[in-house]
């Protein structure tokens, strides 16, 4: 930004997608603001393309060849008349080469002034200044001396445990904690190689770790005036792998008097750096009330949402408004603080399976009321979750008077939520809220680790009610043969067979009374038989179930006496449920050959998820066995294996090596042996 002049613009570019660049088009439209959406080839169906005035795409999937083509951007700036730039979080947010190259094109840049991103863009050398301005700093080294030998003895002086860190890194990458006195050496070459792939730098600092920490970050806000001002603190301790998963305002942790000091701090820091717009100053809190910095980024947090409504204040309208050089619009004095606000994030990941990534097509996509809750997201039903960028899907954040109303308001906005064709943790945020822990507000950086372990959160609850779901939705459904109807009115008995990961269950339901003069279905007798794929041990369970109607994609039941609704859909052979408390899925077994029962497989071949792929190790006619790898699919930076499931012959294969496929796309076809 420059800051010698007061500067105007009409019209703004978002330089990035997703949940904040709708949410950043909000507040801009709200002010009369024009605004311009950029999007790659992967997004031109993108919500945040539909929520603005204009768009332009610039380029293909890749970030490297769209969301950070610096050339592309202002091209579609220069295209559109657009004299302002917003760059959101992430991509070229803090990229000082991107602020220089609008500033020389005569476009604002909403974000703080070059030198500032150059300086935080260090974690070394922010350490030095903050140091320099008696901002507390974790005791270790951050020198420019960076040999190998010097590092070692640098690291037994300050001893363990320590951690390891890129100077320019991020996100947990380049980043090392070590225990033990013979780890330090290959530790510091592993944080050092990650370092320099990731970031271009392999220039590291080394710090005392900090154990049994809050990550406690505060909003700051400066303007070109020299005004600056703190707006509370956030509590981001709730973390998985250096990402975070649930903030709140204000921290359960945190004092009037810690607030007073941790803020000061906090301005202290944007003035030594002659700070302009939002920025976060984050720091380590420890068990005894003494707190460290860690850096400052220079840009609006992913979570500021739980800010503004503690704060009842825009930040995205303050970065507008101080952009053009106006004062900021409260002086310290004038922020109060009301309530508490907790927000969670929404990913599109396996919780049990290390939380990797995943990829699909939105089916259903339901957010909470509005008077419930906040849902901050860029999803649209139809469109699908890619593999070239962020996880995160959405946001949901709720406030209220106190913690426990907020905490309870957002477990019921979770629950609320439903978001189908795409595996996702909402499940596992349920979890995380309901930990004694949490709920106590007791919860450390390390808490998630130590509460599941290596194993990763795995889904218990509810499986017997969802497959019985499943069933009676199924039972409404035609048999495949013609002049059937399929329900129970018409067959007292069915039985469905359905399918999840290794297990297979058969749902047989049978009517056990008649139909009333309401309309209800008849009641029913639900007999549920799992068989274990590896232990082939079989268990029978009977529940009392009662279908009383079906709208749509919300099937309304009765569960062992009590009326209930969940939500569903039907995809082809799969059956998706959300009883609230995330969606499970099934697949449909029930009229597939006989030969694909009892163990033996479908021979249909399907791709695990989005991806490209790059081997095809079978032709047409080539005799294969059951376990044999077929076809080798890249997702996700990871090679994912698809097997016959069968012995048998190759029938069809219709896919061939570099070939991008869908999830669940089938990519050909088995005969099974006679």
Request: aromatic share 4%; proline share 4%; glycine share 10%.
């Given at each position: 930004m420059n800051t010698t002049r007061k500067a105007s613009f009409t019209k703004i570019l978002i330089a990035n997608r997703g949940e904040i660049a709708c949410r950043v088009i909000k507040t801009a439209h709200r002010l009369g603001y024009s605004t311009v959406a950029v999007y790659s080839e992967a997004d031109a169906q993108a919500r945040h393309v539909e929520l603005a005035d204009e768009a332009v795409c610039i380029g293909p999937a890749p970030v490297s060849e769209s969301y950070l083509n610096i050339d592309a951007i202002i091209a579609a700036a220069k295209a559109t008349g657009a004299n302002a730039v917003h760059p959101g979080y992430g991509f070229l947010s803090e990229n000082a080469t991107f602020a220089a190259r609008c500033d020389a094109e005569d476009?604002?840049?909403?974000?703080?002034p070059i030198g500032a991103i150059e300086l935080m863009g260090s974690k070394r050398e922010s350490k030095i200044a903050m140091l320099a301005a008696n901002v507390p700093c974790i005791p270790g080294y951050e020198?420019?001396?960076?040999?190998?030998?010097?590092?070692?003895?640098?690291?037994?002086?300050?001893?363990?445990?320590?951690?390891?860190?890129?100077?320019?890194?991020?996100?947990?990458?380049?980043?090392?904690?070590v225990d033990r006195t013979e780890d330090i050496q290959e530790s510091l070459q592993r944080a050092r190689s990650e370092a320099e792939n990731?970031?271009?730098?392999?220039?590291?600092?080394?710090?005392?770790?900090?154990?049994?920490?809050?990550?406690?970050?505060?909003?700051?806000?400066?303007?070109?005036?020299?005004?600056?001002?703190?707006?509370?603190?956030?509590?981001?301790?709730?973390?998985?792998?250096?990402?975070?998963?649930?903030?709140?305002?204000?921290?359960?942790?945190?004092?009037?008097?810690?607030?007073?000091?941790?803020?000061?701090?906090?301005?202290?820091?944007?003035?030594?750096?002659k700070y302009v717009g939002a920025g976060t100053v984050e720091f380590l809190l420890d068990q005894k009330g003494e707190f460290y910095f860690l850096e400052m980024n220079t840009r609006l947090q992913v979570e500021h949402p739980v800010t503004e409504m503690i704060t009842g204040e825009d930040l995205v309208e303050w970065q507008i408004r101080v952009a053009r050089g106006e004062r900021l619009p409260k002086l310290q004095e004038e922020i109060t603080l009301t309530g508490h606000a907790i927000e969670v994030r929404l990913y599109a990941e396996d919780p049990a399976n290390q939380f990797l990534p995943q990829t699909g097509d939105v089916l259903v996509w339901q957010p909470a009321p509005e008077d419930l809750a906040r849902s901050d997201h860029g999803l649209k039903a139809g469109v699908p979750i890619s593999r070239f960028y962020d996880p995160m899907l959405a946001k949901i954040i709720c406030h209220g008077d106190t913690r426990e109303d907020a905490l309870r308001k957002l477990e019921r906005a979770l629950r609320q939520t439903v978001l189908m064709g795409v595996t996702h943790n909402k499940g596992f945020l349920l979890d995380l809220l309901a930990t004694q822990t949490f709920r106590d507000g007791e919860a450390t950086t390390n808490f998630i680790a130590l509460h599941y372990g290596n194993e990763g959160w795995h889904r218990t609850d509810h499986l017997e009610e969802s497959l019985t779901v499943a069933a009676l939705a199924l039972n409404e459904q035609p048999f495949p043969h013609a002049g059937s109807t399929g329900n129970l009115a018409r067959f007292p008995q069915r039985t469905v067979l359905l399918q999840s990961g290794e297990t297979d269950y058969s749902i047989t339901s049978t009517l056990t009374g008649e139909s009333n003069n309401t309309g209800e279905r008849n009641n029913t007798r639900v007999s549920i038989t799992t068989k274990?794929?590896?232990?082939?041990?079989?268990?029978?369970?009977?529940?009392?179930?009662?279908?009383?109607?079906?709208d749509n994609d919300k099937l309304h039941y009765r569960w062992e006496g009590v009326n209930k609704s969940a939500r569903i859909k039907l995809v082809d052979d799969q059956i998706h449920v959300d009883l609230g408390h995330g969606p499970r899925v099934f697949e449909n077994h029930t009229h597939r050959p006989p030969q694909s029962q009892d163990g033996?497989?479908?021979?249909?071949?399907?791709?695990?998820?989005d991806g490209a792929v790059t081997a095809v190790m079978v032709t047409v006619g080539e005799t294969v066995s059951k376990g044999q790898t077929l076809l080798v699919i890249e997702a996700m930076k990871m090679e994912h294996l698809v097997r016959a499931d069968l012995d048998g012959v190759v029938e069809e294969i219709i896919v061939q090596k570099g070939q991008q496929v869908k999830g669940k796309q089938r990519l050909g076809n088995l005969k099974a042996n006679p």
């Open positions: 476009i604002c840049f909403i974000g703080p020198g420019d001396h960076q040999d190998e030998s010097f590092l070692l003895k640098e690291a037994q002086r300050i001893c363990l445990p320590l951690m390891i860190k890129a100077s320019a890194g991020g996100g947990g990458r380049g980043m090392r904690r990731a970031f271009g730098s392999g220039e590291l600092i080394l710090e005392r770790a900090v154990d049994s920490a809050r990550h406690v970050e505060i909003q700051v806000f400066g303007d070109t005036h020299g005004n600056y001002v703190f707006l509370g603190e956030r509590d981001c301790s709730m973390q998985r792998r250096h990402q975070k998963v649930v903030e709140e305002a204000p921290s359960p942790a945190v004092t009037p008097e810690i607030r007073r000091a941790m803020g000061a701090a906090a301005v202290k820091a944007a003035q030594a750096c274990e794929a590896t232990t082939k041990e079989q268990t029978t369970k009977q529940f009392s179930a009662q279908l009383l109607r079906l033996a497989g479908s021979g249909i071949l399907k791709a695990p998820m």
